[in-house]
């Protein structure tokens, strides 16, 4: 069963730059460690769904960052890099990712599978918000991107399930957040148990909703 989960940006600014998230990373990541779980699993999303290796390799070369992470040939998505950096070495069960585009029930069957195991398991999700919330935002700017950013945000603070189960992934689509998939995955991975949430950071930089938070059965 789930017994912690962390939920930090996929961002790689998060890596070098962006110090207080990347300490709010870091603290939502140890409460999960403290939970003691059997087995460490990284969720992302990524343009496929597929799964990989924990000692699986990536590296940030692409956006012009020398960081690399893994043995071997990189080979893993921007999200499931960004998480094996803050995971400081630390080598994870697995790393799975969900498709952006992948529908609510194949998300939460996805968790279902994941956080139904008879052993003691925890995720490390990796997801961001709207990409609209300013002008200077990546996606145009949607005056409904901060109420759905905030609704998420909310969620992840109150260890809220059924809100990230209910999130609407054509209204996700349209608002550039690409962390609703993954977001999804963790809902199915609670399975309709209570968690505590609690929110370690929550910033729009540039226009993106960015947020760390960590829950605890």
Not at 42 to 65: I, K
Not at 73 to 84: C, D, F, K, Y
Not at 87 to 98: D, F, I, M, N, Q
Request: proline fraction near 6%; include cysteine; glycine fraction near 14%.
């Amino acid at each position: 069963m789930l017994v912690a989960a962390a939920v930090c940006p996929s961002t790689p600014l998060v890596v070098l730059g962006m110090p207080e998230l990347r300490t709010a990373c870091r603290s939502a990541i140890a409460a999960v460690r403290e939970a003691r779980p059997d087995t460490l699993i990284v969720v992302g999303g990524a343009e496929a769904t597929r799964s990989y290796e924990g000692s699986a390799a990536g590296t940030l070369r692409p956006w012009g960052l020398d960081r690399t992470v893994g043995q071997g040939e990189p080979v893993l998505p921007l999200s499931l890099t960004v998480a094996r950096l803050l995971l400081s070495g630390e080598e994870p069960a697995s790393l799975h990712t969900v498709a952006f585009d992948a529908t609510t029930a194949g998300c939460l069957a996805l968790g279902e599978s994941l956080g139904g195991r008879g052993e003691r398991v925890a995720l490390l999700v990796m997801a961001d918000g709207s990409a609209c919330l300013s002008p200077r935002a990546p996606g145009k700017h949607d005056e409904a991107a901060g109420p759905y950013n905030e609704m998420i945000v909310k969620a992840v603070g109150g260890g809220d399930a059924a809100a990230l189960a209910g999130l609407d992934a054509a209204e996700a689509d349209r608002l550039w957040v690409s962390g609703r998939a993954a977001l999804q995955v963790l809902a199915g991975a609670a399975g309709g148990r209570a968690y505590q949430g609690r929110l370690l950071a929550a910033a729009a930089p540039y226009g993106v909703g960015y947020l760390a938070g960590a829950w605890l059965a």
